[in-house]
C-alpha cells in the first residue's frame, strides 16, 4: 500500500511563490506516473499537473500553465510543486495522487484515474 504525505502549503500574497512536496511510501515510487490536484471550497476537485514515471514528461492544466512546474525526485520518493505568480483563484487544498491505470486518457487529467490519495496541503492566496 502506497502512502502520500503532502507539504508546503501556507498563506502567501497574490504573486508570491509556494513549493509543494509530496512524499512516497510503501511501493516503488518510479513504477507510476503521479500527479496534483486542487479543490476549492463547493467546487469539484481538478487536475493540476502530472508528472511521467520517469520525469520526462509533464503536463499541466491550462490555469496553471506557465506558472507552475512538477518534478519528481526518484531517490526521495518526492514529488514537487512549485508554484510562481499565484492567484488567489489558486487557493484551494492540493493533493497528490498515484495513476495506476492502464493506458488512459492521454491528458492524465481524469481524476477516475488516480489512487492512493492524500490527504492534502492547503494554499492561501491573498489579494
Known amino acids: 500500500q502506497v502512502q502520500l504525505v503532502e507539504s508546503g502549503g501556507g498563506l502567501v500574497q497574490a504573486g508570491g511563490s509556494l513549493r509543494l512536496s509530496c512524499e512516497a511510501s510503501?511501493?516503488?515510487?518510479?513504477?507510476?506516473?503521479m500527479g496534483w490536484f486542487r479543490q476549492a471550497p463547493g467546487k469539484e476537485r481538478e487536475f493540476v499537473a502530472a508528472i511521467s514515471r520517469s520525469g520526462g514528461s509533464t503536463l499541466y492544466a491550462d490555469s496553471v500553465k506557465g506558472r507552475f512546474t512538477i518534478s519528481r525526485d526518484g531517490a526521495k520518493n518526492t514529488v514537487y510543486l512549485q508554484m510562481n505568480s499565484l492567484k488567489p483563484e489558486d487557493t484551494a487544498v492540493y493533493s497528490c495522487?498515484?495513476?495506476?491505470?492502464?493506458?488512459?486518457?492521454?491528458?492524465?487529467?481524469?481524476?477516475?484515474?488516480?489512487?492512493?490519495w492524500g490527504q492534502g496541503t492547503q494554499v492561501t492566496v491573498s489579494s
Open positions: 495522487a498515484v495513476r495506476t491505470v492502464v493506458g488512459g486518457d492521454r491528458t492524465f487529467a481524469k481524476r477516475y484515474e488516480y489512487s492512493a
Open positions: 510503501g511501493r516503488t515510487f518510479s513504477s507510476y506516473a
